[in-house]
Nanobody
Framework: QVQLVESGGGLVQAGGSLRLSCTAS????????IVWYRQPPGNQRDVVAV???????SYANAVKGRFTISRDNARNAVYLQMNNLKPDDTAVYYC????????WGQGTQVTVSS
């Protein structure tokens, strides 16, 4: 079973950048899509970015033009480049596939200070 590990989060000032990484014990690309989700404090987990097996991507309106999802087949990894970060981007970020989900990883905390 795929085990997911997210990394790359941290504390950054507004306007800064971070790159999140998602790796897995099994082939992360066995799914037809990989999704970055985020869960702000006290809120539900929402979709941030989607990378489909054909290479198509889509983004939540709140992050369009600032976030980029990409993949590295050789490293079995998916990335989320986050630029021009805003305090509203503060959340725990997770990667997974669309429902039905693999077991969730621990996520990586992103905190953006104003």
């Amino acid at each position: 079973q795929v085990q997911l590990v997210e990394s790359g989060g941290g504390l950054v000032q507004a306007g800064g950048s971070l790159r999140l990484s998602c790796t897995a014990s099994g082939s992360i690309f066995s799914a037809n899509a990989i999704v970055w989700y985020r869960q702000p404090p006290g809120n539900q987990r929402d979709v941030v970015a989607v990378l489909r097996s054909g290479g198509n991507t889509s983004y939540a309106n709140a992050v369009k033009g600032r976030f980029t999802i990409s993949r590295d087949n050789a490293r079995n990894a998916v990335y989320l480049q986050m630029n021009n970060l805003k305090p509203d981007d503060t959340a725990v970020y997770y990667c997974n596939k669309p429902y039905p989900f693999w077991p969730w990883g621990q996520g990586t905390q992103v905190t953006v200070s104003s």
